[in-house]
Nanobody, 123 residues
């Protein structure tokens, strides 16, 4: 069983910063892509940023230059540093990971999601 646990959300004023963390645990053999998505009320979930194990990254246009994704492969943890936050960044932020897990002598691949953490930016 693989679990992703996020932390670091909260309430911040516009222009402020927050840092989200997401730690993966369980019988993990390797993790390829780790990323962050968000979902605002009444809107579809959208990709915010993603980062491969080898260091290739992708950002949504709306957060380029303000958010930075990073990861610690040894700790199976991904981070999202969010600066210059805007009210439109308000959403529940979810981390996800493409994991190869080990069960006995078998490897299996799957995509896992965290439970989400609320980020609220006040104007």
């Amino acid at each position: 069983q693989v679990q992703l646990v996020e932390s670091g959300g909260g309430l911040v004023q516009a222009g402020g910063s927050l840092r989200l963390s997401c730690a993966a645990s369980g019988s993990i053999a390797s993790i390829n892509v780790m990323g962050w998505h968000r979902q605002a009320p009444g809107k579809q979930r959208e990709l915010v940023a993603a980062l491969t194990r080898s260091g290739r990254f992708n950002y949504a246009d709306s957060v380029k230059g303000r958010f930075t994704i990073s990861r610690d492969n040894a700790k199976n943890t991904v981070y999202l540093q969010m600066n210059s936050l805007k009210p439109e960044d308000t959403a529940v932020y979810y981390c996800n990971a493409d994991v190869t897990a080990l069960s006995g002598s078998l490897y299996y691949a799957g995509e896992y999601w965290g439970q989400g953490t609320q980020v609220t930016v006040s104007s």
